[in-house]
């Protein structure tokens, strides 16, 4: 890979990169819309990746070139403001904002970067580069940035440009392990890692191949707003709670009538899920398998009919899945919209089980879906 990428590189700016490093895309089991809740999710960082190749540059600009759509972008090194319109030249200009905001001014860089992770399949390929291109020029700079500090810059950086994401995604490229999902309280950042034990079962992932960025990140932040609109009421009452994961069902339903009844769904579903995540955890942990499906299910039905973020595309692939003899269980994953499914079938039926369901989704909506098998791997590092 390496010497692939040097290639890249040359063919852009004519010399080899220095630094490479690679950045995990992740999945996520259990726990949608519960980390901006401070509540808990349980994602793993995979084997589709984010890369970068960039070395030190003798003129005074940064010059990042998108090797997937082959354009690129210059600008000075004091930038202080997103300006340009692409979504991947904004990520990049706001990476470096919010690192000059901390005093990290980087040496001006030549980067060339691209890689694995579908992007828009709700697999984090932008947690994946914003993480990726801070530790990239962390080491360029030899800034030691820890990769706390880094998940918190690659966080600000989406919220710099209008997406009020929680800190699940960035975690999960910057902590994964080999093999091990991972326990991330978003509250005091502290992990638990572990194997996910499944038996006769494999995961793998259908991309629906549909993606509403705009749409999506306007619905996700207004998500946002009302869970938080809901804390507000709820603190009256109870000044000690400081987000939806200290909520108790007991204590939104006792303030049910002063909440409007689309964020009164949203809570509930919150810390409905919230609950799945330590369910879903047991039930691993004491292998109940069986248990894991009808979360799975009861977490899909809770982001369709609570929190109304899938589409008929994604119910569809879902119940496909649910209804597939010999299936453990399936959701929707992420943030909705479209994006990927993940489901959990037996060994024995999958690759029929994968056929099956393609070919039903294109026949359906006459659009072709991917199927993704994966694994688990390390979070962000050099190579
Ligand atoms: C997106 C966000 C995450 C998280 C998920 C939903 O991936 O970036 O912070 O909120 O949606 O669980």
Same mark, same amino acid.
């Given at each position: 890979?390496?010497?692939?990428?040097?290639?890249?590189?040359?063919?852009?700016?004519?010399?080899?990169?220095?630094?490479?490093?690679?950045?995990?895309?992740?999945?996520?089991?259990?726990?949608?819309?519960?980390?901006?809740?401070?509540?808990?999710?349980?994602?793993?960082?995979?084997?589709?990746?984010?890369?970068?190749?960039?070395?030190?540059?003798?003129?005074?600009?940064?010059?990042?070139?998108?090797?997937?759509?082959?354009?690129?972008?210059?600008?000075?090194?004091?930038?202080?403001?997103v300006s340009a319109s692409k979504t991947w030249m904004r990520y990049?200009?706001?990476?470096?904002?919010?690192?000059?905001?901390?005093?990290?001014?980087?040496?001006?860089?030549?980067?060339?970067?691209?890689?694995?992770?579908?992007?828009?399949?709700?697999?984090?390929?932008?947690?994946?580069?914003?993480?990726?291109?801070?530790?990239?020029?962390?080491?360029?700079?030899?800034?030691?940035?820890?990769?706390?500090?880094?998940?918190?810059?690659?966080?600000?950086?989406?919220?710099?440009?209008?997406?009020?994401?929680?800190?699940?995604?960035?975690?999960?490229?910057?902590?994964?392990?080999?093999?091990?999902?991972?326990?991330?309280?978003?509250?005091?950042?502290e992990t638990a890692h572990f194997p996910m034990n499944l038996g006769?079962?494999?995961?793998?992932?259908?991309?629906?191949?549909?993606?509403?960025?705009?749409?999506?990140?306007?619905?996700?932040?207004?998500?946002?707003?009302?869970?938080?609109?809901?804390?507000?009421?709820?603190?009256?009452?109870?000044?000690?709670?400081?987000?939806?994961?200290?909520?108790?069902?007991?204590?939104?339903?006792?303030?049910?009538?002063?909440?409007?009844?689309?964020?009164?769904?949203?809570?509930?579903?919150?810390? &409905?899920?919230?609950?799945?995540?330590?369910?879903? #955890?047991? $039930?691993?942990? %004491? !292998?109940?398998?069986?248990?894991? *499906?009808? =979360?799975?299910?009861?977490?899909?039905?809770?982001?369709?009919?609570?929190?109304?973020?899938?589409?008929?595309?994604?119910?569809?692939?879902?119940?496909?899945?649910?209804?597939?003899?010999?299936?453990?269980?399936?959701?929707?994953?992420?943030?909705?919209?479209?994006?990927?499914?993940?489901?959990?079938?037996?060994? &024995?039926?999958?690759?029929?089980?994968?056929?099956? #369901?393609? $070919?039903?989704? %294109? !026949?359906?909506?006459?659009?072709? *879906?991917? =199927?993704?098998?994966?694994?688990?791997?390390?979070?962000?590092?050099?190579?």
């Amino acid at each position: 890979m390496k010497k692939e990428w040097n290639l890249h590189f040359r063919q852009s700016f004519g010399t080899d990169a220095e630094v490479f490093v690679k950045a995990p895309g992740r999945i996520n089991v259990i726990g949608e819309h519960t980390d901006y809740n401070y509540g808990f999710v349980l994602p793993a960082a995979i084997d589709r990746y984010m890369v970068f190749a960039l070395s030190e540059n003798k003129d005074s600009n940064h010059t990042i070139v998108a090797y997937d759509v082959a354009e690129s972008l210059s600008f000075n090194p004091d930038i202080a403001t997103v300006s340009a319109s692409k979504t991947w030249m904004r990520y990049v200009q706001s990476v470096f904002v919010q690192l000059n905001l901390r005093g990290h001014q980087s040496k001006p860089v030549n980067c060339i970067f691209g890689g694995t992770i579908p992007q828009g399949g709700g697999m984090s390929s932008s947690a994946a580069m914003c993480g990726g291109l801070i530790f990239s020029l962390s080491e360029m700079n030899d800034w030691h940035l820890t990769r706390k500090q880094i998940a918190l810059i690659a966080q600000a950086a989406e919220h710099g440009i209008g997406i009020k994401c929680g800190i699940m995604d960035q975690y999960a490229t910057l902590f994964g392990k080999k093999d091990e999902v991972m326990l991330l309280d978003c509250r005091n950042l502290e992990t638990a890692h572990f194997p996910m034990n499944l038996g006769q079962y494999s995961m793998f992932l259908i991309n629906s191949m549909q993606t509403h960025e705009f749409a999506t990140e306007s619905e996700y932040n207004n998500r946002r707003a009302s869970c938080e609109s809901v804390v507000a009421i709820i603190q009256n009452k109870y000044p000690d709670i400081k987000s939806l994961r200290d909520v108790t069902m007991l204590m939104l339903t006792e303030h049910q009538s002063q909440i409007d009844e689309t964020s009164y769904q949203r809570a509930f579903y919150v810390i &409905e899920e919230n609950e799945r995540v330590f369910r879903l #955890v047991a $039930a691993l942990k %004491e !292998n109940r398998l069986e248990e894991l *499906g009808v =979360i799975l299910r009861e977490a899909h039905a809770g982001m369709k009919n609570l929190y109304e973020i899938t589409t008929p595309e994604i119910d569809f692939l879902v119940d496909y899945i649910n209804n597939y003899p010999g299936n453990l269980g399936a959701r929707m994953m992420g943030g909705g919209f479209g994006g990927c499914t993940i489901n959990f079938v037996t060994q &024995e039926i999958i690759d029929q089980c994968c056929s099956d #369901v393609l $070919a039903a989704y %294109e !026949n359906k909506f006459g659009r072709k *879906g991917e =199927i993704y098998r994966l694994t688990f791997q390390d979070g962000v590092n050099v190579f």
